[in-house]
RNA sequence: GGGGGCGUAGCUCAACUGGUUAGAGUGCCACCCUGUCACGGUGGAUGUUGCGGGUUCGAGUCCCGUCGCUCUCGCCA
């Protein structure tokens, strides 16, 4: 019989029965009722009831039943009578009656508790992320994803392309987020960066001629953490083809996605294709480059209604270039759903939280118009708003009004709260959309001069003919985003692989031919060698497990995530490294800021005791004394 | 770097307006129980109330500072 298991604790069934079997794991729960004990025995497959004789040599062999303990069981199948068929337990119509058992691994006390479900604080879970790990939920959650992993590389295969490697150790890029670097040995002072994305070696690889490249790709970025986004390391679905046109690219997201989604989830998907949705039209429909489309509410412009009104903080603000935005909110002032005072109150601190002015409402119930801003209006205006609003009795419109840009933003926000506080949010369903015609240049805020508004290696609309003809601010890229329930699932891009194209473009953004040869030489010299046309994206695979998971945050579907503070508490990441590492790589460092102090007294401690080594080392074979820089 | 929230037993939480020896559930320890399945019962141990200072006759509670966690703005080509 084999030394641990014959069998899972996920496998036995009745068809078992009268077989001597042998299975392993963790202690999940013990009841004991004196005269018999029941220990559900917990692995990766299952869970299985196990039936101890307390008369028997072996229960003393345990001087404590501890949960979480790893024990290996051998005994007889046998089948539960009717009554005691437990019908949650996939093994519950059988039992296995112990006559011997080994210790395989002894626990102390948990920190907490894994079999039952409670609240943890998240620090302690990070600590002892593997016993957090063997949680039903989170183990789940991980098998899920591995799943999902493995049904992308599938579908990537089935769909033409092949996985590559590109390096981890490789060159800062001089844009985009911070890198995290590495220095070098062989090159002192010189640092590698590991990749924010494999960007420029993929477009290489179309370059090389590999037509279809995907890669589950590691990513690397020094930014600050947000719910949807761990810092240090995340992992993308990193996708490039060539010969392809933006729409090429959407039917193979789209492909992907409606296939992919619904093996791991119920909710329903809208179909493809997913509706296109033009960056600027985003913003001033939803006040966001990522609209959540479950939400049905959306900002009407109404500034025309109000350029020649009697409500003058409306008209003037009109006079002044600023814009009236409302949003309809259906059949809250009617029936069951009628909202009290309060709520317009709450509505309008929260819009002035969120940075507005004020908030204005028009309701509509019972034939007439309640407001605190009708009685100013002298026109035309609430007929007209009906009109364009297609308003009906029991619904209502809040109004901002100020310049353009702060009325999305506050307006996003109100969309967002209105559709949480209303409920207007169906939680069973995934919506698609793009967003495209990202705006190529805008200007700089500050300084006033031409810059690159996402990505400067996106071919621009109409090619050197626009950057030749048009207005800069008025081109267009070839740029979109994914977008799913609010949540921006992937940039990506048709890639400009015209190389006086990409010169042109930066000189307008105030680089010379040699700062870009310098910066991007690498990518560039090889679109001198014909490059063919190409594009891609690459939605992240922790942010899709999220969406799937039903997560509340990206850490819930990484095995081994960083804290917000980009720490690893169970291995202690990032970490001091001893002198004599930090002398090889020939970086020294600096306490700059008092917090620093305990780390630099520690490595001059450390540094201490290399020299007193190398003395006695020196001292030993009457060798000169070598380099003496530790310590500087 | 800025803003909000939180910090009391191993864990989850309670403790009025500042007032007795800081409680409960769970876990832990001991004992009882032959059909439970998050078993049940009886008893017990467990606290620098994150840390430091202050106000007060008296601080878990109020004030100041600090540390940690979390959400968020900046940031994420």
Known sequence: MHEFRTHTCGQLRKSDVGQTVRISGWINSVRDHGGVIFIDLRDHYGKTQVVIDPTKEFYRELERWRVETVVCFTGTVVARTPETV?????????????????????????????????????????????????????????????????????????LGFTEYQTPILTSSSPEGARDYLVPSRVHPGKFYALPQAPQQFKQLLMVAGFDRYFQIAPCFRDEDARADRSPGEFYQLDIEMSYATQEDIFAILENLLTEIFPKFTTKKINAAPFPRIPYRESMDRFGSDKPDLR??????????????????????????GG???????????????????????EMIKFAQESGA??????????????????KFMTGNEIPELEAKAGIQDGDVLFFLADQKALVNSVGGKVITELGRRLNL?????????????????ETDEETGSLI???????????????????????????????????????????????????????????????????????????????????????????????????????????????????????????????MKQLRELRVIPVPQELKYEETFKKLLAEAEKVRAAEAAAAAMTAAPAQDTEAGK
């Open 86 to 158: 437990n019908p949650k337990l996939a093994t519950g119509e059988i039992e296995l009656v112990a006559e011997a058992m080994t210790v395989l691994g002894e626990t102390e006390q948990v920190p907490f508790q894994v079999a039952k479900d409670e609240d943890v604080p998240e620090s302690l879970r990070l600590k002892y992320r593997f016993l957090d790990l063997r949680r039903d939920d989170l183990h789940k959650k991980i098998v899920m994803r591995s799943r999902l992993i493995e049904e992308l590389r599938r579908k990537m295969w089935s």
């Open 295 to 320: 939400n049905p509410l959306e900002m009407i412009d109404v500034t025309e209604i109000f350029r020649n009104s009697g409500f003058q903080a409306f008209t003037k603000n009109v006079a002044n």
């Open 323 to 345: 814009v009236v935005k409302a949003i309809k909110v259906s059949g809250i002032a009617a029936g069951s759903n009628s909202q009290p005072r309060r709520f317009y109150d």
């Open 357 to 374: 002015k004020g908030m204005a409402y028009i309701i509509w119930a019972n034939g007439e118009t309640r407001s605190p801003i009708v």
């Open 425 to 441: 949010i169906n939680q069973d369903e995934f919506k698609f959309c793009w967003i495209v015609d990202f705006p190529m240049f």
């Open 452 to 578: 690159f508004s996402h990505n400067p290696f996106s071919m621009p609309q109409g090619g050197m003919k626009a950057i030749m003809e048009k207005n800069p601010l008025d081109i267009l890229a070839y740029q979109y985003d994914i977008v799913c329930n609010g949540i921006e699932l992937s940039s990506g891009a048709i890639r400009n692989h015209q190389p006086e194209l990409m010169y042109k473009m930066f000189e307008m953004c105030g680089y010379t031919r040699e700062i870009v040869d310098e910066k991007f030489g690498g990518m560039i010299n090889a679109f001198k060698l014909g490059a063919p046309p190409h594009g891609g994206i690459a939605p992240g695979v922790d942010r899709m497990a999220m969406l799937l998971a039903d997560a509340p945050n990206i850490r819930e579907v990484i095995a081994f995530p960083f804290n917000q503070q980009a720490e690893d508490l169970m291995m202690n990441a990032p970490a001091p490294v001893d």
